[in-house]
């Protein structure tokens, strides 16, 4: 190995450690302080619509920003966006923590920082997200987006747990001011990031920015990507029939039909994270054997029979015990999470490679979105018949209708590259 290649592997394993450390403040700072913050509200008020309202004002910025803060990762300095925004999102804390002890915490307060904070993560998110590229050599992409998966699936098991921790026995003023010295900090160590480590000047670095202009060359450039097209759809097929036949069909089946305790629900619940890090971890010895398109199909046929696993204890109408229906369901989520890795993981390795530079950050930010508003839609859907029909149905067609799907579409996406 040469001096050079000696440098970038070193300078690419430091851009590791401070992407990890910034994107654990900044994720878990926000998934804490949007339930932790929920749950005031809910005690505040009483009102479970006012709690709900809160965890929408968590996750809506997500769908509504994504788009444009593709356009801004594509055209600012994504170092100047990445720093800016932990750093923006600290100074709100700290004023809401110096406002709270002037005039206490008021329901709009909580509101409107729980959006910003939210939005700022998101363009944060999306900035980051298209800056892998650049932070690591090519050998490194799929560990930082393995690392990424680990952290976003951790902080989906921790940050409630967490935030009610943080809400039973931490003064909320206390936990909001140590939240926001944390983004500060983070903001300060993704200063020593070198953001053009593997980085190739685009021709349109230096132009200016209008938003609608630019959001529709980012469609026109993602619509002439046949591939890029077929990719982000395999997100949004994952996301409609995980919605579909996972997301509502199970907690139902779980606690309205087979009447399991609420802590195994919650231990079930847990196994789809924790294979989601299982899978992120062992995701880069399956892709050095195998090709993706084979990884792609293998790991949605197992998915389907996940699917269609969820239905079979109410359609052979046996009486399991508890501690079986625990450990068959646990499997189930924990065997769908891995294989969701091996899905997800390659798929932004494969974009990232895939898109040129000036613009990664809006076709990054569209697929995201797609995804989003996919999944809402499923849910719906899930939500308003699951109560007209045999509950076993709906994961049972749903596991067929995406083997059928799969074996079809996925088998034609055009360029699924191998990945070495």
């Known amino acids: ?74 055209k600012i300095d994504k170092k100047k966006i990445v720093v800016s925004m932990d750093l923006l999102n600290g100074v709100i804390l700290v004023l809401l923590y110096f406002i709270k002890l002037e005039y206490g915490l008021t329901l709009f307060m909580i509101y409107i920082t729980t959006f910003l904070l939210t939005t700022f993560t998101t363009v944060f998110g999306t900035a980051l997200e298209a800056a892998k590229p650049n932070i690591v050599s090519e050998e490194k992409l799929m560990n930082i987006n393995s690392i990424g998966k680990i952290l976003d699936s951790s902080s989906s098991i921790l940050g409630p747990m967490v935030g009610g921790l943080i809400f039973a026995f931490m003064d909320i003023g206390f936990f909001i001011i140590l939240n926001g010295i944390s983004f500060i900090i983070s903001g300060i160590s993704e200063m020593f990031i070198n953001f053009n480590l593997n980085y190739t000047k685009s021709k349109n670095d230096n132009k200016g920015i209008s938003i609608i202009k630019d959001i529709k060359e980012g469609f026109h450039y993602m619509k002439n990507k046949q591939g890029v097209i077929g990719l982000i759809c395999v997100f949004i097929v994952l996301n409609f029939f995980l919605g579909l036949s996972v997301s509502v069909p199970l907690p139902y089946i779980i606690n309205e039909v087979l009447k399991l305790s609420p802590k195994y629900f919650g231990i079930i619940q847990g196994s789809f994270p924790m294979g989601l890090i299982i899978g992120a971890i062992f995701i880069k010895k399956i892709t050095d054997k195998y090709s993706y398109r084979k990884i792609l199909l293998s790991t949605s046929q197992v998915i389907s029979f996940g699917m269609i696993s969820i239905g079979l204890p109410m359609i052979i109408n046996s009486n399991f015990n508890e501690i079986f229906l625990l450990i068959y369901y646990s499997f189930i989520m924990l065997l769908i999470g891995i294989m969701i890795s091996f899905i997800d993981i390659p798929i932004l390795y494969i974009l990232q490679s895939k898109i040129e530079e000036s613009f990664r950050g809006r076709v990054l930010s569209f697929g995201i979105t797609l995804g989003k508003i996919a999944l809402p839609i499923a849910l719906i859907i899930s939500g308003a018949i699951i109560n007209r029909i045999y509950p076993y149905i709906l994961p049972t067609t749903g596991g067929v209708l995406m083997m059928i799907f799969s074996m079809f579409y996925f088998n034609n996406i055009e360029d699924v590259e191998e990945i070495n």
């Open 1 to 74: 190995m040469t001096l050079t290649k000696l440098a970038v592997c070193k300078n690419s394993n430091s851009n590791m450690m401070l992407f990890g450390f910034g994107k654990l403040a900044s994720l878990f700072g926000t998934s804490i302080y949007s339930f932790a913050m929920g749950l005031y509200v809910l005690k505040l008020t009483g009102s479970g619509l006012s709690f709900a309202t809160t965890l929408v004002l968590g996750t809506l910025p997500i769908i509504i920003i994504n788009p444009f803060a593709g356009v801004l990762a594509d």
